[in-house]
């Protein structure tokens, strides 16, 4: 989610008079071009080009990184509907379409005049990746763009909560122990209500409890009715394995409350911008009021904090867990943002009772100016090519490829196409999908395309929901992937061969070296998983993680397209032998859970650097995690590695760089230096 230089962009999304005039006269302007180049293709083959095109216009500076449920995401689900409106696909929102059902679960949480609660039953397989929608529904007539669009069959609008509008009453006064007295402006925290509490203000180190790693700011200290300062991070930084379960603000806001705090004030952090409410959702929990506070003001008014972010132990810092450092009061005011958002889908052919469904969907939505879930930097634009105008574009493409052969899918089988808005919010456009009137039951899979547009060899292809559906579904999902990007043939892996119950190989080798790596469980950090918490099999394609994920480095010309192709053809090699099954696919529930590190979203070699200077001779090793699987190979402080796999090593640059293409699926020989010695083991990595 982490160089290129990106041009910095207006930032307000409510631009001036004059520019929504230029903007409003844009966005004509690009409906009549999309209307003069529409026609009907003629050949059914995945075009290149194409995808270049959609990518291009999807991740360009126009659509401003397309921020769930802004202008710039539902112009994007206007962009998308009008290409299947201009391919002769099916409007999927037609009002009579909507289905009535008699059972109670699968109605809208959004229908009017219901009581809008959680509709995410107890029976259902739990989600760890997104929140639970509770939205409030929203008729295309109150929305006048849409009302009167002749797309609007295509679009399902709806609302969602996220982020959060603060004011300028969000402060702190504080009067230290010496006197010195300050008030400023601080950042809610808005995991709480927003109240205006004051009381002493004690010194809470960390704000860590963590009695099994021989850590704990809270012995002997009694925080009730107070407000503690926490330092940011933990005894080992952002990334300290030993203390991963507390250092979020939320562990430490949850340590707080249990013990009866008053309030909390975060400290900011050298070299870490404080986080901006965007970022957040509004709870409004009782509890402690807590806010972010700037740290260059704090560090003044006591300038033995410094130590807290230099010192290896508590013991070292100036000021400990318990002192009192004066008088504050605190102050915070917001109130949640409601935001518009738009789904977009169509259906290969008009939609009968009893077909049988198949959906193919993708995410439209990304970060915007980066105020939210940003790796990079918050305030440049996050254009989102990869995540996930490639899944997009994708979806796009094998829809109108899938129209010109519509006579290859025998007529008892159907295929809707659909994007979601506000998955990077929290999975709200396909979890309203789900529970909308919309919904079909009888869906038999659903395949989610989600940043598939860096397919690489070295790290292959990973796949989901393997486990969630009859053998039929490994079967053709390993038979396409062998004959489309495979080389023709296929292999078990030499490193695993051991099966799950319903016969998935844990990953599968192609004659060409190409790997597809068939990922446990059915949840999993993007819309596929809404669809199997309804007891839908689902089938998540992921071409990996990489450097520039969820930053402004995420750019058009970084993207694949040729390898998007070969992505397509096994795509419609799946959907072509799903349609011509003798039956419908079964769902079966996984009998494994999947982790986020399944994902590789973040692998690590295990190492600390013992120098970030580059040199000619390899990089120093300063220590190895115990845990790390290169720890039990036999690597130590003080050795030199000076290659993994094929890539030389002379910094730590390096090694980001390996990673970044790397997989955690894999064996990886690493060349080291010990003494005068050079040496070589074979070593996994770590992922989280």
Known sequence: M?????????????????????LRRSWIVLLILLASLGCKRESAALREQDLHTYIHDLAAIDFQGRESGSRNSRRAAFYIANRYRLAGLTPAFRPAYKQKQADPAHRSVNDPGKNRTDSTSASEPQNPWGQALKGSYVRPQDDPTLALSPLRDYIQPFQFKAGVQSSERNRISIQTVQGQKVNMPVVPFPLSRPHSVSGPLVMGGYCIHAPDQKWDDFAGLDVKDKIVLCMRHGPGGKDDPAFRAQISFQAKWQTLAHRKALGVIFAGRPGFPLPGVQAFVAERRAGPAAAFAEYATLARLWPGLHAWYAAASREQALIKPGQQLGFIRL???????????????????????????L???????????????????????????DDNASGT???LELAQALVVEANQIPPNANILFIHFDAEERGLFGSRHYVHSDWFLSNTEAMINLDMVGRLRKSRGISVQGCQTADPRWGALLARNFATW?????????????????????????GQNGMRMRLVRGGNGPSDHSAFYAR?????????????????ERDLPQQINTRGLVQLGQMLRGVIRDWARLDRPLQFTQALESSLRSDFDFQLRLGIVPGSYEGNHEGLLVGDVQKNAPVYAAGLRAGDVIVKIGDTPIHSIDDVTEFLSNASSARMYNLHYVRGKQR????TELMSR
């Open 2 to 22: 982490l160089a290129n230089t990106v041009e910095r962009q207006v930032l307000n999304d409510h631009p001036a008079p004059g520019q929504r005039t230029a």
């Open 331 to 357: 102050q915070t005011d917001f109130e949640a943002q409601n935001h518009l958002a738009y789904n977009t889908a169509a259906w290969l052919r008009p939609w009968q009772p009893g077909q049988r469904v």
């Open 359 to 385: 959906v193919i969907g993708a995410h439209l939505d990304h970060l915007g100016y980066g105020w939210f879930s940003s790796r990079g930097t918050p305030g440049l634009l996050h254009r989102g090519a």
């Open 393 to 395: 574009a994708l979806v």
């Open 485 to 509: 990007l495979g080389g023709g043939s296929l292999q078990v892996s030499n490193r695993e061969q051991q099966d799950t119950p319903n016969g998935c190989a844990r990953e599968v080798i």
């Open 535 to 551: 007891h839908i099999s689902i089938g998540f394609f992921f071409t990996g993680s990489h450097q520039e994920y969820h930053t």
């Open 679 to 682: 040496y070589t083991l074979q």
